[in-house]
Nanobody
Framework: QLQLVESGGGLVQPGGSLRLSCAAS????????IAWFRQAPGKEREGVSC????????NYADSVKGRFTISRDNAKSTVSLQMNSLKPEDTAVYYC???????????????????WGQGTRVTVSS
């Protein structure tokens, strides 16, 4: 099973930006849809964004539309999440996970993805 590693989290002020990165600890992300999830303290893990295996389809949660952008570089086997105009409510641990099927990007449900990493913490605070 492909295991993923997240990086790029940190502390940022409201209105700031961060760029998260997802890579495989071994192997490649090629041919897999990749999704970002987040989990805030005391809350369920929620889907944030997803990108299809070839990068031709993306999807976003309503709460991040217009602020977050997901992209992939298959040559480098990485998927990035550019987060702009960050809000305190974006504070969470962010995870990436993969699926062998692209249709899972339509709904970004936790049960459709595998290979969870340890996550990277994002804190938005002044």
């Amino acid at each position: 099973q492909l295991q993923l590693v997240e990086s790029g989290g940190g502390l940022v002020q409201p209105g700031g930006s961060l760029r998260l990165s997802c890579a495989a600890s071994a192997g490649t992300l090629d041919y897999r849809a990749i999704a970002w999830f987040r989990q805030a303290p005391g809350k369920e893990r929620e889907g944030v964004s997803c990108i299809s295996s070839r990068g031709t389809k993306t999807n976003y949660a309503d709460s991040v539309k217009g602020r977050f952008t997901i992209s992939r570089d298959n040559a480098k086997s990485t998927v990035s999440l550019q987060m702009n105009s960050l809000k305190p409510e974006d504070t969470a641990v962010y995870y990436c996970a993969s699926s062998l099927t692209d249709y899972v990007c339509d709904h970004i449900l936790r049960q459709d993805f595998r290979g969870w990493g340890q996550g990277t913490r994002v804190t938005v605070s002044s």
